[in-house]
């Protein structure tokens, strides 16, 4: 019994399973009108209409190719600061990390300009992580519970791309919930039941 309620609480309170948000089903695509997308669960803002999902390499107004990230799937582009992000019910989330690159229309002088990604812990307090960004995707490690993501700098014109958030919403599911009441009373059952040594 002692066994069984220990499986019992391991499967509620074990590591929940990361998500990734990758744009990859977002629609409308190639629409930079928005100041807020919403998908997976998640809402991005940024202060003008300047946002948007687009799945192609990066061109210039002539059609040319430019160098820029870019790996063949959709991704997040925006190109005002800061870019936010937080959980669509406002609730606390884990963010384990996420990849940013510099993208369309960022010039030479920019390339190596430092971005920062603030967040506001979910225990209180904060904290920041900075990178300086490339024409290619960045890995920034965050491994944090959070409240709300903040994300600025990067270059001074042009568009950053935001891909692989990955993240984990860490308050327990009401079936997990019910799986820990049933394994503490099993627990509890186990315990009264068990023979009392002799004096």
Sequence with gaps: MRFLATLLLAAAFGP????VITFDGYQPRYDYSQTTLVTDGFSFTEPCQCLGVDDQPPHG???????????????????ANPLGITA???????LARLDLGLSWYVP?????????VSYLLAG??????SAALERSYSTLEIDQEVLSVSISGGRGLGYISLDN????????????????LL?????????????????
Excluded: H, K
Aim: no cysteine; aromatic share 6%; charged share 10%.
């Design 16 to 19: 929940a399973t990361a998500a």
């Design 61 to 79: 107004v002539l059609g040319n190719l430019l160098p820029g990230a870019y790996n063949g799937t959709a991704s997040l582009l925006y190109s």
């Design 88 to 94: 669509v019910d406002g609730a606390a989330f884990f």
């Design 108 to 116: 030479n002088s920019d390339v190596g300009s430092v971005v920062t």
């Design 124 to 129: 209180g307090g904060s904290g920041s992580v």
């Design 165 to 180: 958030l990955v993240v984990n919403n860490q308050v327990p599911e009401p079936e997990s919930v019910g799986l820990a």
């Design 183 to 199: 394994a503490l009373l099993s627990a509890g059952a186990a315990l009264r039941r068990r023979p009392q040594a002799s004096a």
